[in-house]
T-cell receptor, first 115, second 114 residues
């Protein structure tokens, strides 16, 4: 019973390149959430998705960032034309479809370094 | 926007002693859920304890317990008999709203002294 799988664990990109971060939720979980964590800071909400739907993207920067959760396959967080300020740990979490005491299950995160 | 405040950026406790981490939040809802997560140096987010807002009884998980004051919108975490492995960042996270999402406080870094 695999947990939330994120890959890659570490990603290095040069300024101007694209970064693609992948997240496979736990089996049976249809809700996915992305968070960003800067060094020595808390988790900042970015986006909440269900299959083929973006439910809440209020935390996403207006430009260069996009997210999807297709009917088949993992959720993808995409950052175009990365800049040094994008360097951070990006966490994905998943939950069952019903709001409950269950909470979230988190992946191990992807640490993005922009050089 | 939902506000979560953890007013203690850093806390320190002697091994085997008790420490309390504070958290306050803002919501107009009456039914919601509250969580504490722990993030050790490995960066993995680990669920520590959870509370349903409609339950008056405070949740307890072994050495971890909460003091939930609904009217004051306060949700503090008490760690008894602190162990070296408790050293980590601790995040408070209410889960409110129809959107089902969870927002995190800025965190408290707990150091455990041997």
């Amino acid at each position: 019973n695999a947990g939330v799988m994120q890959n890659p664990r570490h990603l290095v990109r040069r300024r101007g390149q694209e970064a693609r971060l992948r997240c496979s939720p736990m089996k049976g979980h249809s809700h996915v959430y992305w968070y960003r964590q800067l060094p020595e800071e808390g988790l900042k909400f970015m986006v909440y998705l269900q299959k083929e739907n973006i439910i809440d993207e209020s935390g996403m920067p207006k430009e260069r960032f996009s997210a999807e959760f297709p009917k088949e396959g993992p959720s993808i967080l995409r950052i175009q034309q990365v800049v040094r300020g994008d360097s951070a740990a990006y966490f994905c979490a998943s939950s069952p479809p019903v709001r409950s005491l269950y909470g979230y299950t988190f992946g191990s995160g992807t640490r993005l370094t922009v050089v | 926007a939902q506000t979560v405040t953890q007013s203690q950026p850093e806390m320190s406790v002697q091994e085997a002693e008790t420490v309390t981490l504070s958290c306050t939040y803002d919501t107009s809802e009456s039914d919601y859920y509250l969580f504490w997560y722990k993030q050790p140096p490995s960066r993995q987010m680990i669920l520590v304890i959870r509370q349903e807002a409609y339950k008056q009884q405070n949740a307890t998980e072994n050495r971890f317990s909460v003091n939930f004051q609904k009217a004051a919108k306060s949700f503090s975490l008490k760690i008894s008999d602190s162990q070296l492995g408790d050293a980590a960042m601790y995040f408070c996270a209410p889960r409110v709203g129809n959107n089902n999402d969870m927002r995190f406080g800025a965190g408290t870094r707990l150091t455990v002294k041997p």
